[in-house]
Nanobody, 125 residues
Framework: QVQLVESGGGLVQAGYSLTLSCAASGHTFSSLFMGWFRQAAGKEREFVAAITRGGGHTFYGDSVKGRFTISRNNAENTASLQMNSLMPEDTANYFC??????????????????WGRGTQVTVSS
């Protein structure tokens, strides 16, 4: 069973940066397709970013393109989300997700088989 644990959330002022990390265990990490989603209070879960198993391709939601960067370290079993130029609209609970399947659409939740519990990011204006 894959376990995902997010860290790095917190309170930050608008314009500043924050890096989230996701530590994975229980599976060969390099075989997992990884993604990040977020969910603001009262809203549906929203796709943020995803990265292929080898890290060669990345995908981003329109609202974060150019500001966020997803990466992974297969040797350390971690995925990261570098968030720059944060805005109050980025305030949400951020979830790490992993897909063990060989195919799927990166930006939809049903692609992913495993989820972390989330880490809260709050951006003040």
């Amino acid at each position: 069973q894959v376990q995902l644990v997010e860290s790095g959330g917190g309170l930050v002022q608008a314009g500043y940066s924050l890096t989230l990390s996701c530590a994975a265990s229980g599976h060969t990490f390099s075989s997992l397709f990884m993604g990040w989603f977020r969910q603001a209070a009262g809203k549906e879960r929203e796709f943020v970013a995803a990265i292929t198993r080898g890290g060669g391709h990345t995908f981003y939601g329109d609202s974060v393109k150019g500001r966020f960067t997803i990466s992974r370290n297969n040797a350390e079993n971690t995925a990261s989300l570098q968030m720059n130029s944060l805005m109050p609209e980025d305030t949400a609970n951020y979830f790490c997700a992993a897909a063990a399947g060989v195919s799927g659409i990166p930006n939809i939740t049903r692609t992913y088989d495993y989820w972390g519990r989330g880490t809260q990011v709050t951006v003040s204006s």
